[in-house]
């Protein structure tokens, strides 16, 4: 199989969804009450992702709120603070790491198990990543950003185990903030590496929105199978650097932008992927929006999903690939 498709990870909430959070955050609907909801949701999405034939799916993360703060609150020795903006108008509450971490349950895999019931097509197991974790909490406990880092790293890796045991076939751990400082990025290589270490599944990172320039050299280093990527909001103009210095890894490769409204074209998509084409070869690259779609309307991103599907069978189809 070649030109395969799938997301990053996070679908935007449906209204009855985002009412329900409000009214249990208030105490007027029951924890039991929101997971019915949450799970219908999950089902939706996952319909629609098999309905317009994406090959790998994402459970939509329609029961979690912000990718950091989720993991925060089931971890020990974590907590969350107030509301903290990250960008716009966009706030999360902060995790505050207060002592030693540790992993008390499992925190994913009983909804990704349930998850992948839903459908035959294989379903990420969908991690935060252990220097993200650390770049986005506020420490008081650990001596140094880089142990913060590397014992996020260890819980995870737990994670990561207990979900392979699960049956999971393709891990993504997500470092958005890889590239916050570069004087750290052989932190980002060490802690990764502790999170997939003996892994057999695929395993995946996404980052976004960085100084790609600058940690371009350690994406070959990176312990991972698959680096996930934006590239049409900053133009695909990282297309002459892969050309120049080859990606040994697969790509998949970001041809959505999910900051903007406006819904892209076939045309426009195609284009990307056979610019894409040109770099990768077809069993090397993936084709997936930018980021997560979750900052999108329900209407916008079912919209953007579709034309990314539509596009890549037109190019496949031109080229005669399967």
């Known amino acids: 199989m070649s030109l395969l498709t799938t997301t990053v990870g996070s679908f935007p909430k449906p209204p009855y969804l985002l009412h329900a959070r409000t009214l249990h955050a208030k105490g007027e609907m029951t924890a039991e009450d ?9 089902q939706e999405w996952i319909a629609f992702q098999e309905e317009i034939g994406i090959d790998i799916l994402v459970d939509g993360e329609q029961y979690r709120g912000d990718m950091a703060t989720y993991f925060a609150e089931n971890l020990e020795g974590c907590g969350v603070s107030g509301l903290v903006r990250s960008y716009g108008n966009r706030y999360y509450k902060k995790p505050v790491v207060v002592d030693e971490l ?91 590496g502790i999170v997939t270490r003996g892994l057999e599944v695929k395993t995946i990172t996404h980052t976004c929105y960085g100084n790609y320039d600058h ?60 610019r894409a084409l040109t770099v990768f070869s077809p069993n090397q690259l993936y084709i997936d929006p930018d980021c997560g779609l979750k900052t999108r309307t329900v209407d916008e991103a079912k919209a953007k999903l579709r034309v990314m599907v539509a596009a890549t069978r037109s190019v496949k189809a031109s080229r005669g690939l399967t």
């Open 102 to 192: 540790a992993r008390p349950a499992a925190i994913t895999v009983d909804w990704w198990r349930w998850a992948q019931d839903q459908t035959k097509k294989p379903l990420k197991g969908m991690l935060t990543g252990p220097y993200t974790m650390m770049d986005w909490s506020f420490n008081q406990h650990y001596p140094s950003r880089a142990d913060l880092a590397l014992a996020f790293a260890k819980v995870l890796h737990q994670e990561a185990r207990d979900l392979e045991r699960a049956g999971a076939r393709v891990i993504q751990i997500d470092e958005p903030a890889l590239s916050a400082r570069t004087d750290e990025l052989d932190l980002v290589v060490k802690a990764l």
């Open 215 to 274: 940690v371009f050299p350690i994406f070959n280093r990176l312990p991972v199978d698959q680096i996930d990527l934006e590239m049409s909001n900053s133009g695909l103009d990282l297309l002459d650097r892969f050309r120049r210095e080859p990606l040994k890894k697969e790509i998949a490769f970001g041809v959505i932008d999910v900051h903007t409204h406006a819904v892209e074209t076939a045309p426009q998509v195609s284009e990307r992927i056979s």
């Open 34 to 42: 929101l997971g019915d909801l949450e799970r219908r949701a999950t």
